[in-house]
Structures are given as C-alpha cells and as structure tokens.
T-cell receptor, first 117, second 113 residues
Framework: DSGVTQTPKHLITATGQRVTLRCSPRSGDLSVYWYQQSLDQGLQFLIQ???????AKGNILERFSAQQFPDLHSELNLSSLELGDSALYFC????????????????FGEGSWLTVV | AQSVAQPEDQVNVAEGNPLTVKCTYS??????LFWYVQYPNRGLQFLLK??????LVKGSYGFEAEFNKSQTSFHLKKPSALVSDSALYFC???????????FGRGTSLIVHP
C-alpha cells in the first residue's frame, strides 16, 4: 500500500458526461501528479499540483481540469467525455515539487478505471 | 526533452534463471532514474532508483539495476526469477531541468514455471 488513495476504483459513464476523480496523497506529501494510462499511449503525464498551486502541465486536454484543495487532496475533472477517454487514471504524490529534490520518488495510487460507453 | 526507451515489449524467462529488463534514456545533465512494477489491475509500485553514487542500485524484492552513463542505460536485473515476478515493468527518468518523470512504454515480464 503506497498510501495514495484514489476513488472511485471503477467508473462507467456515457459519452458527453462529466466525472470527477478524487485523490488523497500520502501523509505529508505536498505534491500531486495525475497520469493517464492507455494501451496505445502508455503512461502520459497530465498535470501536477504543489501545495494547492498548479506546478506543471503535460498532455492534458482542455476538457480536463484539476485542482488541489487546502487539505491537499486533489480532484481531476473530465468533461464532455469521449470513447477515447476510457483509460486508467493514476494519481501519484511526492514530498516536494521536485525542483528542490529531483531525486524524490513519486508514489502511485491504485488508479481509477474509467470506461466511457 | 527527456525520453526513455524500453526496447522489448515482452521478456520471457524461466523460473530460477536470471532476468534483465532493458532501459535506455536520453536527458541533458544528470539523470535521475527509476524502476516501477505494475501487477494486473494495480497501481505502479516503486522498486528502486538511481540518484548518484554507486552504479549498482539494489531495490525491493531482490531486484537491482545497473546505471551505465556511457551507454545511457539503466537495466533492471534479478539473479533468479520467480513466477510471481511476472508483471509490467516501467523505467522512468527525470532530469534536464524537468522534475516530472517521463515513463517508458513498459516491458511485460513473463516468468515460466
């Protein structure tokens, strides 16, 4: 158990809908990362937050957004869902954002399986 | 930009034999290298990392990895494979001013009884 908690574990929804994925980082971790894993694209970095502020952005679609709350949990919002958004979405956390300690390990949650039908 | 290549989609090995899962990287400056393992329907679990120092890094479950700067490689090894080692293995790199890890596409390790 990495200590990173993600809910829900599984989600099935229809095209055009909106879903929210939730993540609680490890105790003491200030930085949260979101990744998307699909068969054709592999593991893609979406976005990073550090202590409530957006720190880095990757291949995140405009239909997707995220935020990190004062209690450090994070949510990833996916809207206007398409069939191609079906994937495993991971949250990960680390102590710092990385610039001060690039060797920091990031720890992954178990993921949220999203199926768009 | 940083990148990672895992040249083998799948590695097959017999139980008890040594295993190697290959990883090469490209990054400017000093690399920070990581290996993760993903079991079916599970998240990625951290195995080991290279930051600096000894080129041979030891990690969880008897795995080790050898950093080779001249060959820009960070191959994962284990002296004696177990059937339970069968999983998807990911190599990742940070460096070149980016502190977001970039992951390889993964290598499926299959250990046959």
């Amino acid at each position: 158990d990495s200590g990173v908690t993600q809910t829900p574990k599984h989600l099935i929804t229809a095209t055009g809908q909106r879903v929210t994925l939730r993540c609680s980082p490890r105790s003491g971790d200030l930085s949260v990362y979101w990744y998307q894993q699909s068969l054709d694209q592999g593991l893609q970095f979406l976005i990073q937050y550090y202590n409530g502020e957006e720190r880095a952005k990757g291949n995140i679609l405009e239909r997707f957004s995220a935020q990190q709350f004062p209690d450090l949990h994070s949510e990833l919002n996916l809207s206007s869902l398409e069939l191609g958004d079906s994937a495993l979405y991971f949250c990960a956390s680390s102590v710092e954002a990385g610039q001060g300690a690039p060797g920091n390990t990031i720890y992954f949650g178990e993921g949220s399986w999203l199926t768009v039908v | 930009a940083q990148s990672v290549a895992q040249p083998e989609d799948q590695v097959n090995v017999a139980e008890g034999n040594p295993l190697t899962v290959k990883c090469t990287y490209s990054v400017s400056g000093n690399p920070y290298l990581f290996w993760y393992v993903q079991y079916p329907n599970r998240g990625l679990q951290f195995l080991l990392k290279y930051i600096t120092g000894d080129n041979l890094v030891k990690g969880s479950y008897g795995f080790e990895a050898e950093f080779n700067k001249s060959q820009t490689s960070f191959h994962l090894k284990k002296p004696s494979a177990l059937v339970s080692d069968s999983a998807l293995y990911f190599c990742a790199v940070k460096g070149g001013g980016s502190y977001i890890p970039t992951f390889g596409r993964g290598t499926s390790l299959i250990v046959h009884p």
